[in-house]
């Protein structure tokens, strides 16, 4: 089974704190996307990475940076921490080209709260 | 502008019978779309795909319909059970490689028992 790990299930921190969320995957996935999921919003992308060292915004950059130094993690970091970024964080992984017929492999999510 | 839209955000459907979600979409490029299915606490599922080649998908209980002309796809569920309860979303994409998806708001399924 392909798992997503997600390192934390809640995270409470403070406005102006610098947060780092971890995301693992263990099959050797190319594709890694942050998703946040916001009531009345769905899902929606901050950054996703194609292969190791890539990246590209997603549809709400703004606030949020990457890093993929490996090709099995993927981090999300919030540079400074602020109270409407508290969310549902999502992170997913696929396989490159296979997404159309498998879609993706979600971890369990990582509910941070800002306070 | 929303490109993926759910506009029921909650269905209720007794045990046994259909459940039916909907999902409309605008841009008439995207090639494949997807249903998930998430409880809560819990990350998204993968459920059931389509291409944009195909008008319908099955896969047991599920079955995904595509209507390009409407711009309009179903997902079906025959019949309920109440483990179906949960929140399912559709989603799109143009992105072949790196099948970046597009997700709509959501639609919470409660099957009645």
């Known amino acids: 089974d392909v798992k997503v790990t997600q390192s934390s299930r809640y995270l409470v921190k403070r406005t102006g704190e610098k947060v780092f969320l971890e995301c693992v995957q263990d099959m050797d996935h190319e594709n890694m996307f942050w998703y946040r999921q916001d009531p009345g919003l769905g899902l929606r992308l901050i950054y996703f990475?194609?292969?190791?060292?890539?990246?590209e915004k997603g549809d709400i950059p703004e606030g949020y940076s990457v890093s993929r130094e490996k090709k099995e993690r993927f981090s999300l970091i919030l540079e400074s921490a602020s109270t409407n970024q508290t969310s549902m964080y999502l992170c997913?992984?696929?396989?490159?080209?296979?997404?159309?017929?498998?879609?993706?492999?979600f971890g369990s999510g990582t509910r941070l709260t800002v306070v | 502008d929303q490109q993926v839209k759910q506009n029921s955000p909650s269905l209720s459907v007794q045990e046994g019978r259909i459940s039916i979600l909907n999902c409309d979409y605008t841009?008439?490029?995207?090639?494949?779309f997807l249903w998930y299915k998430k409880y809560p606490a819990e990350g998204p599922t993968f459920l059931i795909s389509?291409?944009?080649?195909?008008d319908k998908n099955e896969d047991g209980r599920f079955t995904v319909f595509l209507n390009k002309s409407a711009k309009h796809l179903s997902l079906h569920i025959v019949p309920s059970q109440p483990g179906d309860s949960a929140v399912y979303f559709c989603a799109a994409t143009v992105d072949s490689g790196t099948y970046k998806y597009i997700f709509g708001t959501g639609t919470r399924l409660k099957v009645l028992a």
């Open positions: 841009n008439s490029m995207f090639d494949y």
């Open positions: 389509i291409s944009s080649i195909k």
């Open positions: 997913a992984s696929s396989l490159w080209a296979q997404g159309g017929d498998y879609g993706y492999t």
């Open positions: 990475s194609y292969d190791v060292k890539m990246k």
